[in-house]
């Protein structure tokens, strides 16, 4: 298309060279090049307009195959493909790569006891909290599923997720978000799964999750509102 407006925009450069030389002043073909351009120029315009929608809409397709419509974090596709490219970096830096596996208690009677909207509500403010809490621009935060989310933590050794985790148990108490069917407290609370792998040691993407999942699950048998510190390399 570039090509063709171009070699169209030559042309017209010609035609408005004709157009202005005073000695072709009235000639019926001065007439009907000038109609030519006026017409022409429309098209163009109309046709950046199109561009510009069509870029616009091409920008919220690729926002809408990376975030989750409901909370606005990243979602588990683009997880999985922000997983894949950091593993393969940590491996060539050397450098440990860590997970949290995050999971609301008893969301089941939260939305039992509230309703499906009201859950909904939570599921964005403590994906809101997440969010907030993780603050290094290389972390990741995305919601995994249900109300499970997931905090991907480059180049982090297992204190700085430790900390991370305790970071979060205090801001998800602080937002206070009442919880009456809840058995732990009157508030939410979310049980947190930690795992930190060295890529560079023939393990996978996968083999983090699952250990990070084992892990929230020990946090959940141990009484919930609670992590676990699950295989760190
Ligand atoms: N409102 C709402 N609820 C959801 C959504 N996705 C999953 N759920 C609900 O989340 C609940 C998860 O329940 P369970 O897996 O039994 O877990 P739980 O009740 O949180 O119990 P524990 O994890 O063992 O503490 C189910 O009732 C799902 O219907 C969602 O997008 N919105």
């Not at 008893?106 to 907030?132: I, M, P, S, W």
Request: contains cysteine.
């Amino acid at each position: 298309m570039t090509t063709l407006f171009n070699k169209e925009d030559r042309i017209l450069k010609q035609y408005r060279a004709i157009i202005e030389t005073t000695e072709h002043e009235g000639h019926p073909l001065v007439h009907d090049l000038t109609a030519l351009l006026s017409h022409y120029e429309e098209l163009l315009s109309k046709f950046d307009r199109l561009t510009k929608v069509s870029d616009k809409q091409q920008i919220s397709l690729h926002e809408m195959a990376r975030v989750d419509g409901l909370t606005g974090l990243n979602n588990r596709k683009y997880l999985e493909d922000f997983l894949k490219f950091e593993w393969k970096r940590a491996s060539d830096l050397d450098v440990p790569m860590a997970m949290i596996m995050v999971d609301i208690d008893y969301f089941k009677l939260y939305n039992d006891t509230y309703g499906h909207q009201a859950g909904d509500r939570c599921l964005k403010q403590v994906g809101e909290v997440l969010a907030q809490t993780v603050k290094r621009s290389s972390d990741f935060v995305a919601r995994y599923g249900g109300e499970e989310f997931t905090i991907v933590l480059t180049d982090c050794r297992h204190h700085y997720a430790v900390d991370l985790a305790e970071k979060i148990q205090r801001a998800i108490s602080t937002a206070e978000i009442r919880h009456a069917g809840s058995k732990v407290s009157e508030y939410v609370t979310l049980s947190m799964g930690i795992a930190v792998y060295q890529p560079g040691k023939g393990s996978s993407p996968s083999a983090l999750l699952s250990a990070a999942d084992e892990a929230l699950y020990r946090a959940k048998e141990s009484g919930r509102n609670r992590f676990h510190l699950g295989r760190i390399d």
